[in-house]
């Protein structure tokens, strides 16, 4: 049994907000490209986070509508990690365009380190230590009863 829309969505969210944010701590200070000052390079990161939370809501609608039409309702695992070719092409091209206003302009090396990183960070803690302390997340949607 896999994690119903609603917990995907909480799960993506709270990686976001835990590995993601440790992540981006760690990272920010030696992305490649960029010469701002840390307390800046922080703020573009967090942003990017903030920005990746809200798409990821709406491609997790996508990705339900999709999973439909398989007959377990669920990708493969290793879907999970690709998805952030599409999702990470997304995000980078709003950027570049000026689409996501908030967030200024970073060099290409340095969004996909940072990107990338905290994707496949994300990734494998969902498919390993995080089964463990909240194992009913994986049944019945996560619900107690």
């Known amino acids: 049994m896999v994690p119903t829309l609603i917990g995907r969505i909480q799960t993506r969210l709270f990686l976001l907000?835990?590995?993601?944010?440790?992540?981006?701590?760690?990272?920010?200070?030696?992305?490649?490209?960029?010469?701002?000052?840390?307390?800046?390079?922080?703020?573009?990161?967090?942003?990017?986070?903030?920005?990746?939370?809200?798409?990821?809501?709406?491609?997790?609608?996508?990705?339900?509508?999709?999973?439909?039409?398989?007959?377990?309702?669920?990708?493969?695992?290793?879907?999970?990690?690709?998805?952030?070719v599409p999702e990470g092409l997304l995000l980078y091209f709003l950027l570049r365009s000026g689409a996501v206003g908030f967030i200024d302009p970073i060099p290409a090396a340095a969004f996909w380190t940072?990107?990338?990183?905290?994707?496949?960070?994300?990734?494998?803690v969902a498919n390993g230590p995080m089964r463990v302390p909240f194992i009913r997340w994986r049944f019945r949607g996560g619900r107690v009863l």
Do not use: C, N
């Not at 905290?118 to 494998?124: E, G, K, T, Y």
């Open 17 to 84: 907000a835990t590995v993601g944010v440790v992540v981006t701590l760690l990272i920010m200070p030696i992305v490649p490209g960029v010469t701002a000052p840390l307390s800046e390079l922080y703020v573009t990161g967090l942003l990017v986070l903030v920005a990746v939370g809200v798409l990821g809501i709406v491609w997790e609608l996508i990705y339900h509508f999709l999973m439909q039409f398989r007959w377990e309702k669920d990708w493969p695992t290793m879907f999970g990690l690709l998805t952030l």
């Open 114 to 124: 940072h990107f990338t990183v905290v994707w496949v960070s994300m990734w494998l």
